[in-house]
T-cell receptor
């Protein structure tokens, strides 16, 4: 069974902290994505990666960075967390753009 | 800027009723996908349609892609409580990106 796992389901951090969100997929997919999901706004793409060590900005990259050192792992980093980054964060992977497989999400609260 | 508008935003109906949700745009998409997301989980792909006018069926769910590839609909026959969830449509835009609708929150009451 295909699987995308995310390191935490729930996370509470303080303003200014550095936050790491980890995502691992076991499907040998080339493409990986980080989204945030807020009520009424749908999914907004933060960053994506189409190969190891490759990354591209999505629609809302400000305040975030990413790392992809291995094919199966894609990390999202909040350099200095702020309250407006409180959200649900979803990681996905795919072979082609369509048919993305999602992890369960990390609900991040920044106090 | 490509946008996908979903309607209605919220729908609450009784078990056994039929319903249709819509996904509309002024832009042409190369493909259109529907996902369902349950509370506390990530979205799960239901179907991908790629040809204008295409109709796909998944048990009681019928998906249609508009002839001009600008819109899509999801019809559920005899809805069941297990159909409850957030339904998201996503259109194929650039090589790597999907354009996402804001979703239709569906509640089926027993």
């Amino acid at each position: 069974d295909v699987k995308v796992t995310q390191s935490s389901r729930y996370l509470v951090k303080r303003t200014g902290e550095k936050v790491f969100l980890e995502c691992v997929q076991d499907m040998d997919h080339e493409n990986m994505f980080w989204y945030r999901q807020d009520p009424g706004l749908g999914l907004r793409l933060i960053y994506f990666s189409y190969d190891v060590k490759m990354k591209e900005k999505g629609d809302i990259p400000e305040g975030y960075s990413v790392s992809r050192e291995k094919k199966e792992r894609f990390s999202l980093i909040l350099e200095s967390a702020s309250t407006n980054q409180t959200s649900m964060y979803l990681c996905a992977s795919s072979i082609v753009r369509d048919s993305q497989f999602f992890g369960p999400g990390t609900r991040l609260t920044v106090l | 800027t490509q946008l996908l508008e979903q309607s209605p935003q919220f729908l609450s109906i009784q078990e056994g009723e039929n319903l249709t949700v819509y996904c509309n745009s002024s832009s042409v998409f190369s493909s259109l996908q529907w996902y369902r997301q349950e509370p506390g989980e990530g979205p799960v792909l239901l179907v991908t349609v790629v040809t204008g006018g295409e109709v796909k069926k998944l048990k009681r769910l019928t998906f249609q892609f508009g002839d001009a590839r600008k819109d899509s609909s999801l019809h559920i026959t005899a809805a069941q409580p297990g159909d409850t969830g957030l339904y998201l449509c996503a259109g194929g835009a650039s090589n790597y990106q999907l354009i996402w609708g804001a979703g239709t929150k569906l509640i089926i009451k027993p």
